[in-house]
């Protein structure tokens, strides 16, 4: 659901400007209580694996593919404000190394992609969570249903911002219809992905999912008629070496499907760009900035084997990206200072 530069107008596109540019200042402030000497390394993991994934289009009907948008998988395993960022960081590099997504558009993707899947993901995941048993089953259950939900959220918005400042004079019924349509397909897909992963993660370290904490208690024993916490079973060293497989399985995990998997994507158009195409609202698209980077379209240039040449482009994204995010909130974790982690 990149939306590229000429879709919105300048006012319109400079007015979501502005509030991403709000919604990230927040998420600035708010991820400080989220992140912890644990989870702040896997912070930037979760940027790059959302990376590696949204190169892995699937068909999701004629002619139309669809890809994770992140949303719902980064609030539920890094916290909400936490997960504005991660999405944002990939639409950052997206933009300016790959010309994936308009630059003027930028603020439109961070607003859409980033800021409603997190909010409408992590406000359906919360509630769910809540009210389904306090099981680690039941927070894969609600991350399917959360995931499946944001998408055509997002699609929702993204109708209303072109309803206010599109740029072809187009009937909103009929983009609304087509959007939220194949957005419920795509939906599908990234709720699979997003409870899949969300399991994997909480099978191994359920205490570095966000959405996870507190779902269970201390061990108690009754030590001179009082009930006191159990020692903890892990030690802090293997704590930590845990903590290092889990990152060093993630990083090869994104490299390989960035650097391999991603050749046997679907090349058909996504749900945006179909959509697009079969209502005329790109008419008016603008090229690129960085359109001939040397990334440019997830390709690196001059290298003429295809598969090479995008397999490269895959691994430098996963790579810049988790270089970007890690400084991110490294950076966001040393000026948390006293501040208390956030239980929620």
């Not at 802090?236 to 650097?259: C, D, H, K």
Request: a positive charge; proline letters at 4%.
């Amino acid at each position: 659901m990149h939306v590229p530069d000429g879709f919105i107008d300048a006012p319109t596109s400079a007015a979501t400007g502005v509030l991403a540019a709000g919604a990230l200042a927040v998420s600035l402030k708010g991820a400080r209580r989220e992140l912890d000497e644990r989870t702040a390394p896997l912070a930037g993991l979760v940027a790059a694996f959302i990376f590696a994934v949204q190169m892995l289009n699937f068909p999701v009907a004629a002619g139309t593919s669809g890809h994770l948008l992140g949303g719902a998988l980064a609030a539920i395993l890094a916290g909400p404000f936490t997960g504005i960022l991660c999405v944002s960081v990939v639409l950052l590099m997206q933009g300016i190394l790959f010309a994936d997504g308009g630059l003027t558009a930028l603020g439109v993707n961070i607003t859409d992609m980033a800021i409603v899947t997190t909010v409408v993901a992590y406000a359906v995941f919360r509630g769910l969570v809540k009210a389904l048993p306090r099981t680690r089953r039941s927070v894969t259950v609600a991350s399917f249903l959360a995931a499946l939900v944001s998408v055509p959220a997002a699609a929702v918005v993204f109708t209303l911002i072109y309803a206010i400042g599109g740029t072809t004079d187009v009937a909103i019924g009929k983009v609304a219809t087509a959007m939220i349509g194949v957005h419920v397909l795509i939906g599908i897909g990234e709720a699979t992905i997003t409870a899949l992963t969300v399991g994997a993660v909480i099978a191994v370290r359920p205490d570095l999912v966000h959405g996870a904490r507190g779902l269970t208690q201390r061990l108690k024993l009754r030590l001179g008629g009082e009930l006191v916490d159990a020692p903890a079973a892990t030690s802090e060293p293997v704590a930590a070496r845990s903590r290092r497989g889990l990152w060093i399985t993630g990083l090869v995990t994104s490299l390989v499907l960035a650097g391999v998997v991603s050749f046997y994507a679907s090349s058909s158009p996504d749900g945006l760009e179909k959509v697009a195409a079969d209502q005329g609202i790109d008419k008016k698209t603008e090229r690129h900035p960085s359109a001939d980077s040397p990334l440019a379209d997830y390709s690196v240039k001059d290298i003429r084997d295809a598969r090479l040449s995008g397999g490269l482009a895959g691994v430098i994204g996963v790579g810049a990206t988790v270089v970007a995010g890690s400084a991110v909130f490294w950076a966001l974790r040393r000026r948390r200072g006293g501040e208390p982690v956030e239980a929620g």
